[in-house]
């Protein structure tokens, strides 16, 4: 990439507002030594005096990003950690619950709201090809409870469905199943046989159905 042609947009600054490096100097605060010396190249400005040279010329400044497109800043109003400070520019946000590294074999380790992953390895596998354009924002529902609460419910609606397609499936193939199996069933996914989970084929604790498990 070339380097800024400061000297340049300087000089097209002032020829579009038809002022002399005094005046602009005047216009911007600083000297008329240090606009002629950033239009020699013998000096650099601070971006907000560039900033406020552009806008005399009713122009901005803008950061483009690889495809050409303008980048823009990043929200303030992103989530935060325990210290109410935003979480670090470079990693990428994500639910504490989201494949959470810590679990029963770390019982000291508190859960977190909103987590990050310091290795690269694991980050650049999350983002893929994308670079995701912010951090998370807090919104309603994203508790670590209101979130385990919205996937009891999932598991239970998919459970339901599954229940009702075999029912039908029954029907269909004219031997309806027994009462332990009609559609107003709801057994959570916990229920069902499965020799490592529920060997015993008992109920899971939050199973409002209580009939007879698969």
């Known amino acids: 990439m070339d380097a800024f042609p400061l000297a340049g947009v300087l000089r097209r600054i002032r020829r579009l507002t038809d002022c002399s490096q005094r005046e602009l100097a005047e216009r911007i605060g600083i000297s008329k030594t240090a606009v002629a010396a950033a239009e020699h190249g013998t000096r650099d400005l601070a971006v907000s005096v560039l900033v406020r040279a552009a806008a005399t010329a009713g122009c901005r400044l803008a950061v483009l990003g690889p495809s050409g497109l303008e980048l823009g800043p990043m929200s303030g109003d992103t989530v935060r950690d325990g210290a109410d400070r935003l979480m670090p520019a470079h990693l990428d946000t994500r639910h504490g619950d989201d494949d959470w590294w810590g679990g029963p074999h770390r019982p000291g380790l508190v859960n977190p709201r909103y987590t990050f992953d310091r290795d690269r390895s694991l980050r650049d596998r999350r983002r893929g090809v994308d670079l995701p354009a912010d951090h998370h924002r807090p919104e309603d529902g994203d508790s670590l409870a209101e979130r385990a609460a919205a996937r009891r419910a999932e598991a239970v609606r998919r459970e339901a469905a599954r229940r ?18 009609e559609v107003d069933c709801t057994c959570p996914a916990g229920c069902e046989y499965d020799e490592e989970r529920n060997p015993d084929r008992l109920h899971a604790p939050d199973c409002a159905c209580g009939c007879d498990v698969d």
Request: charged share 20%; no cysteine.
């Open 164 to 181: 009702l397609e075999r029912h039908q499936a029954w029907r269909a193939a004219g031997s309806p199943p027994s009462a332990d199996w």
